[in-house]
C-alpha cells in the first residue's frame, strides 16, 4: 500500500474539539527513589473571554516506560473523554474545554502501561478510512496492490470529507466536504459533472492548498507546463471519538521533475455539538534550495463553494472581520472570512480563519463573488492596486520552513459576527495551561 503503516500508530482517543494549543513539552519530575512517572496535574486558566467548545492541546513528555495509554480526569467533574496520540516520545492529549471567563480549572492527566481500547466501527466519533484502488501487480502473489485512492472523514458515521493524494490529479485536495445539514458545501466539478453546474476555473479542486508562481513554477493552475504536488508518505492516521487526524508528506515538482520544495500538511477533523470543524495546517520546507513565492494573486489555500451559495450562481454572501460584505470583500486583511448561502434549501456557510502566527497576519482574502474562497498573504501587488514590483513575494533561504495555520467553521444559517468574533478570539488567545 502507499500508506507507510510502519509510521502510524494508532492510539487511544476520546475528546477533541475546536481549538487546539499547545502547552509545551513538558518533562516528568522524577522523584528521590526516581520512580515511574504516571501522572501530571494539568491547570487551565481562562483568557479575556469565555471559552465554549474549545479543543485544547497538552503535550507532555513520554516516560522511559512507554506508555501505551492516557486518561484525563477533571477534579470537579470525573472523566473527561480525550483524544491521546502516543509517539516519537510525546503524549498529546486533546479535548473540549468549557470555561466562563477568568475561570480555571484542574485537570489529572494519567499514563498507563495498558493498551488503549479501540473506536467500536460504528461507534460515535470520527473515523479515518482507506479507500483504495488496485494498482500494480504483486508479483509474489498475481494480485494487485492496494493503492490509496482517498482517505475518508466520517462523524458518527457521516461523511464530512475524502482527502485524495495526487493519484491522478496534479495536487492533493478534499472532497467533497459535507456541511451541517448534511450536503456538500463545495463545487464538484471538476472531479465530476453535476447537470446545470459551473464548469470555469477547473484548478478549484473543492479544498485545496497550491500557489500560482513558486520559484516561477505554477502550482496553482494545471497545465503540461505547471508544477505537482506529489504525495509521498501518510506519516500520522488516527481515529477517535472526538478527532480524526491526517499527517501527509508531499513533494512540489517542476514539469522537468525538479522538486522545488516539500511540505508536510495536517488535517484535523473534529466531532463538536454544533457544526462542523477542520483544521489545516501546512509547513513548506525548502528542502532543494532557496524557496521564492511570487506576488501572484492565484493562490493559496483555497475553497470553491458550491454554485447556490455564491453571490453569481446563487444567493450567497461575503462578510470578514471588518465589515466589509460580498464583492467589497475581494483583495482586503482580515482575520476570518465567512461565506454563506443556501444549499438544498437551508442556508448555510463556512468561515476561515487565520491563525495569527501566519504570514501577514491578518491575511488578504481573494474571495470572489462566483464562489472562489481563498486566504493568500502573497498577492499584495494585485490586491492594493501596485502598478509594479513585488510587494508580497517571500523567499525562504534553503533548510527554511514556512508554516501557515487555517482554521474552517461549517455553520448552519447565515454568518453571526458575533459568533464568529467569538471563535476567533478563542483561536487566537488560548488560555493559559500549566503542566506539573
Given at each position: 500500500?502507499?500508506?507507510?503503516?510502519?509510521?502510524?500508530?494508532?492510539?487511544?482517543?476520546?475528546?477533541?474539539?475546536?481549538?487546539?494549543?499547545?502547552?509545551?513539552?513538558?518533562?516528568?519530575?522524577?522523584?528521590?527513589?526516581?520512580?515511574?512517572?504516571?501522572?501530571?496535574?494539568?491547570?487551565?486558566?481562562?483568557?479575556?473571554?469565555?471559552?465554549?467548545?474549545?479543543?485544547?492541546?497538552?503535550?507532555?513528555?513520554?516516560?522511559?516506560?512507554?506508555?501505551?495509554?492516557?486518561?484525563?480526569?477533571?477534579?470537579?467533574?470525573?472523566?473527561?473523554?480525550?483524544?491521546?496520540?502516543?509517539?516519537?516520545?510525546?503524549?498529546?492529549?486533546?479535548?473540549?474545554?468549557?470555561?466562563?471567563?477568568?475561570?480555571?480549572?484542574?485537570?489529572?492527566?494519567?499514563?498507563?502501561?495498558?493498551?488503549?481500547?479501540?473506536?467500536?466501527?460504528?461507534?460515535?466519533?470520527?473515523?479515518?478510512?482507506?479507500?483504495?484502488?488496485?494498482?500494480?501487480?504483486?508479483?509474489?502473489?498475481?494480485?494487485?496492490?492496494?493503492?490509496?485512492?482517498?482517505?475518508?472523514?466520517?462523524?458518527?458515521?457521516?461523511?464530512?470529507?475524502?482527502?485524495?493524494?495526487?493519484?491522478?490529479?496534479?495536487?492533493?485536495?478534499?472532497?467533497?466536504?459535507?456541511?451541517?445539514?448534511?450536503?456538500?458545501?463545495?463545487?464538484?466539478?471538476?472531479?465530476?459533472?453535476?447537470?446545470?453546474?459551473?464548469?470555469?476555473?477547473?484548478?478549484?479542486?473543492?479544498?485545496?492548498?497550491?500557489?500560482?508562481?513558486?520559484?516561477?513554477?505554477?502550482?496553482?493552475?494545471?497545465?503540461?507546463?505547471?508544477?505537482?504536488?506529489?504525495?509521498?508518505?501518510?506519516?500520522?492516521?488516527?481515529?477517535?471519538?472526538?478527532?480524526?487526524?491526517?499527517?501527509?508528506?508531499?513533494?512540489?515538482?517542476?514539469?522537468?521533475?525538479?522538486?522545488?520544495?516539500?511540505?508536510?500538511?495536517?488535517?484535523?477533523?473534529?466531532?463538536?455539538?454544533?457544526?462542523?470543524?477542520?483544521?489545516?495546517?501546512?509547513?513548506?520546507?525548502?528542502?532543494?534550495?532557496?524557496?521564492?513565492?511570487?506576488?501572484?494573486?492565484?493562490?493559496?489555500?483555497?475553497?470553491?463553494?458550491?454554485?447556490?451559495?455564491?453571490?453569481?450562481?446563487?444567493?450567497?454572501?461575503?462578510?470578514?472581520?471588518?465589515?466589509?460584505?460580498?464583492?467589497?470583500?475581494?483583495?482586503?486583511?482580515?482575520?476570518?472570512?465567512?461565506?454563506?448561502?443556501?444549499?438544498?434549501?437551508?442556508?448555510?456557510?463556512?468561515?476561515?480563519?487565520?491563525?495569527?502566527?501566519?504570514?501577514?497576519?491578518?491575511?488578504?482574502?481573494?474571495?470572489?463573488?462566483?464562489?472562489?474562497?481563498?486566504?493568500?498573504?502573497?498577492?499584495?501587488?494585485?490586491?492594493?492596486?501596485?502598478?509594479?514590483?513585488?510587494?508580497?513575494?517571500?523567499?525562504?533561504?534553503?533548510?527554511?520552513?514556512?508554516?501557515?495555520?487555517?482554521?474552517?467553521?461549517?455553520?448552519?444559517?447565515?454568518?453571526?459576527?458575533?459568533?464568529?468574533?467569538?471563535?476567533?478570539?478563542?483561536?487566537?488567545?488560548?488560555?493559559?495551561v500549566t503542566v506539573r
Amino acid at each position: 500500500m502507499r500508506r507507510n503503516l510502519g509510521g502510524i500508530v494508532l492510539a487511544a482517543l476520546c475528546l477533541i474539539a475546536p481549538y487546539a494549543i499547545q502547552a509545551g513539552l513538558a518533562k516528568p519530575k522524577s522523584g528521590a527513589a526516581e520512580k515511574p512517572k504516571y501522572g501530571y496535574a494539568v491547570t487551565v486558566k481562562a483568557a479575556d473571554g469565555a471559552c465554549t467548545g474549545l479543543p485544547l492541546t497538552v503535550k507532555v513528555t513520554a516516560p522511559a516506560w512507554g506508555p501505551r495509554s492516557a486518561s484525563l480526569r477533571d477534579e470537579n467533574v470525573g472523566p473527561v473523554p480525550c483524544t491521546v496520540d502516543i509517539r516519537r516520545g510525546a503524549v498529546e492529549v486533546t479535548w473540549i474545554l468549557d470555561l466562563p471567563k477568568g475561570g480555571s480549572r484542574r485537570y489529572d492527566l494519567t499514563l498507563s502501561p495498558k493498551a488503549p481500547s479501540h473506536l467500536p466501527n460504528n461507534g460515535p466519533g470520527v473515523r479515518l478510512k482507506e479507500l483504495c484502488k488496485p494498482g500494480p501487480i504483486d508479483p509474489r502473489t498475481n494480485v494487485p496492490f492496494g493503492l490509496t485512492d482517498a482517505v475518508e472523514f466520517t462523524i458518527d458515521g457521516k461523511l464530512l470529507t475524502r482527502y485524495h493524494p495526487d493519484r491522478d490529479e496534479p495536487k492533493p485536495y478534499c472532497w467533497p466536504l459535507i456541511g451541517p445539514t448534511g450536503e456538500p458545501i463545495t463545487r464538484a466539478y471538476p472531479m465530476a459533472k453535476v447537470q446545470a453546474e459551473s464548469t470555469d476555473h477547473p484548478h478549484h479542486r473543492s479544498l485545496w492548498f497550491a500557489h500560482g508562481d513558486v520559484n516561477g513554477v505554477d502550482f496553482w493552475g494545471e497545465s503540461d507546463k505547471a508544477g505537482r504536488i506529489v504525495h509521498r508518505e501518510f506519516e500520522v492516521w488516527i481515529s477517535g471519538p472526538v478527532m480524526g487526524k491526517l499527517r501527509t508528506k508531499n513533494d512540489w515538482m517542476a514539469s522537468d521533475g525538479t522538486r522545488v520544495c516539500e511540505d508536510v500538511r495536517e488535517i484535523r477533523a473534529y466531532r463538536v455539538p454544533r457544526g462542523r470543524l477542520l483544521d489545516y495546517e501546512i509547513s513548506i520546507k525548502a528542502s532543494d534550495g532557496p524557496v521564492k513565492f511570487g506576488d501572484t494573486k492565484e493562490g493559496t489555500f483555497g475553497l470553491r463553494l458550491a454554485d447556490s451559495m455564491s453571490i453569481t450562481h446563487g444567493e450567497g454572501h461575503i462578510l470578514n472581520s471588518e465589515g466589509e460584505r460580498d464583492r467589497d470583500a475581494w483583495g482586503k486583511r482580515a482575520e476570518w472570512c465567512d461565506y454563506s448561502g443556501p444549499v438544498a434549501d437551508k442556508v448555510v456557510g463556512v468561515a476561515i480563519f487565520d491563525h495569527p502566527d501566519n504570514l501577514r497576519h491578518p491575511t488578504y482574502w481573494h474571495v470572489r463573488d462566483y464562489g472562489l474562497f481563498a486566504a493568500n498573504p502573497f498577492g499584495v501587488r494585485d490586491f492594493t492596486g501596485q502598478p509594479e514590483g513585488e510587494p508580497g513575494a517571500y523567499t525562504l533561504a534553503k533548510g527554511q520552513a514556512l508554516t501557515f495555520r487555517y482554521r474552517l467553521y461549517l455553520h448552519e444559517g447565515p454568518a453571526d459576527v458575533g459568533e464568529l468574533t467569538a471563535l476567533y478570539d478563542q483561536y487566537a488567545h488560548p488560555p493559559q495551561v500549566t503542566v506539573r
